[in-house]
């Protein structure tokens, strides 16, 4: 299945959390598929909000600053939309442990909030859902798939399958449409850079820019899987754009998944210079740390036919040359 562009056109989407970065290439390459895009985001200096992010669609799009705990802001926003892509939330996990209640706020009370609205102002909506990998701890087996255990193993983990199960009930009892797309390690342009809130990725590509080595805790051996964005947003798109995926559940990931010492090395080469160095794990990490780790993403693609395209060698290279030209508006 090829995603179908025509599908957005005219069409009112709203993206919470549309000012990060999965939600901003979210919304350009929906302005690109011609739908009237409507931004919400609470743009809370930590959670990764930036408005140089949807700087190519800036006079395209509408922007609402608010937060998805205000209920009665996302009733009135709700109204009249298509799609609802839900991307709003707290990512980081060390966060999570430290501040458990914001956490509690955000990924999970609040999909209640955003789900009543929708129950109540917009029954005929179509949710996408963007949840996480982390649900499912430390793997049994390899890849994971969707029939594997869920065991979080920190409270960012609970709250996200507390939110995951909200939709999926509303779902099944008050027939809102709604689908889930569990996330890996998802990078590219436009990620968070600053620190490592949400991905280490994006605090590795800091660290090269700034030619300061990149740290890897542990011996490097443990195994991740990769999603470039442009694959990730493919896979929204497909997923909302398709009448097969009402109340499904899908992995994305990878089928090459690489060693955190070779992905840094691989970074390493494809900026010209830099190193890494080793620590061992920082206590509070070390508890919640997953060790290895890849998806099974069969289910998605059997359904629809979604694979990623663009390697993880070809990725680095076009989100390095994207900070580097960029660097400023992330830092």
Not at 51 to 59: A, H, T
Not at 198 to 218: A, D, M, Y
Request: net charge negative.
């Amino acid at each position: 299945m090829k995603l179908n562009a025509e599908v957005f056109l005219n069409k009112k989407v709203i993206i919470s959390g549309g000012l990060g970065f999965i939600g901003s290439n979210l919304a350009i390459k929906l302005v690109d598929c011609g739908a009237v895009v409507t931004i919400v985001d609470s743009l809370i200096p930590e959670y990764g909000g930036n408005l140089w992010n949807i700087e190519p669609v800036k006079d395209k799009v509408k922007i609402n600053i608010s937060d998805v705990r205000d209920e009665h802001s996302i009733q009135h926003l709700i109204q009249g939309q298509d799609y609802f892509f839900n991307l709003a939330g707290q990512t980081s996990h060390l966060d999570s442990m430290q501040n458990p209640y914001t956490d509690l706020e955000i990924n999970s009370k609040a999909q209640l909030f955003i789900l009543e609205a929708c129950k109540k102002y917009n029954p005929g909506i179509k949710i996408i859902f963007a949840s996480t990998r982390q649900l499912y701890g430390k793997p049994q087996y390899l890849p994971v798939d969707e029939k594997h255990p869920l065991f979080p193993v920190d409270v960012n983990g609970i709250n996200k399958l507390s939110g995951e199960w909200y939709h999926i009930v509303y779902n099944h009892v008050y027939d809102i449409k709604t689908a889930i797309l569990r996330l890996t390690n998802t990078f590219g342009p436009r990620m968070r850079i600053k620190d490592a809130r949400q991905t280490f990725l994006g605090i590795w590509i800091r660290n090269l820019i700034e030619n300061k080595p990149i740290t890897i805790f542990g011996d490097g051996s443990q195994i991740r899987d990769y999603n470039y964005i442009d694959d990730v947003v493919d896979a929204f798109l497909m997923v909302a754009g398709s009448d097969q995926w009402k109340g499904s559940i899908f992995n994305l990931g990878n089928d090459q998944p690489i060693s955190l010492k070779t992905t840094a090395e691989m970074m390493i080469e494809e900026n010209n210079g830099g190193n890494y160095i080793f620590k061992e794990f920082p206590a509070d990490l070390k508890k919640i740390d997953i060790g290895d780790f890849y998806s099974d993403f069969g289910k998605i693609k059997q359904m629809l036919d979604w694979t990623p395209k663009v390697s993880t060698r070809e990725g680095i290279k076009e989100t390095l040359e994207y900070f580097i030209k960029n660097y400023n508006y992330y830092i």
